[in-house]
């Protein structure tokens, strides 16, 4: 498995944040037969989560690998790792490579059509550590990444994250920036991200 050696990535530029994005990551064929495999291959679970004191059925099917047992916590769902795969792992030593680290724990989100959806939020749990370095590889249908500051109301971005693409956060971005995969009444194919975090 190889990615676009010569495809480099473009900071975002946005204050109070470090975010790198790199369109072509993987290239578009070898991505088109990641997302099968791990369309197929991954054991994919809907939890519910707890929302102002109701609960949903939520808006994706997630699936969590790490190379250890630490189990991850959010929004009131604990979940436990499973083994690497062949195909998470080479992934991970790509990602690794690209972000100089050793990253222990793999988020899998699928988003099956317009209707799944992930909400504003910031990857802050305590568990990933006070500056976390968090990765991001989608693979499938291109959808928007919005972000918006914190405490300046005017700071918003939005990205297309396109199929084989990596995205980076890191440094202080968690704490004053949060994100959403926001849903879409387009027809829409499904997309798989995968996130790479450190638990250690």
Known sequence: MQNNQEIQGFSLHLPDADITYYPNFIAQEEATTIFETLLNETPWQQDDIK?????????????????NQKSYSYSNIEMIPHPL??????????V????????????LNYYRDGKDSNGWHADNEKELGKN??????????ERFFHLKHRTNKTLKH???LQHGSLLV??????HHWLHQIPKT???IQGRINITFRIIA
């Open 158 to 160: 939005k990205l297309l």
């Open 169 to 174: 956060m890191k440094g202080e971005t968690q």
């Open 96 to 107: 690794d490579q690209t972000c100089n680290t050793d990253f222990t724990t793999l988020l």
């Open 132 to 141: 976390p370095l968090i990765a991001s590889l989608s693979f499938g249908q």
């Open 185 to 187: 009444a387009k027809q």
């Open 51 to 67: 929302v102002f004191g109701k609960v949903y059925a939520q808006p994706r099917l997630t699936a969590l690998y790490g190379t």
């Open 85 to 94: 795969t062949v195909t998470l792992n080479d992934l991970k030593n790509l």
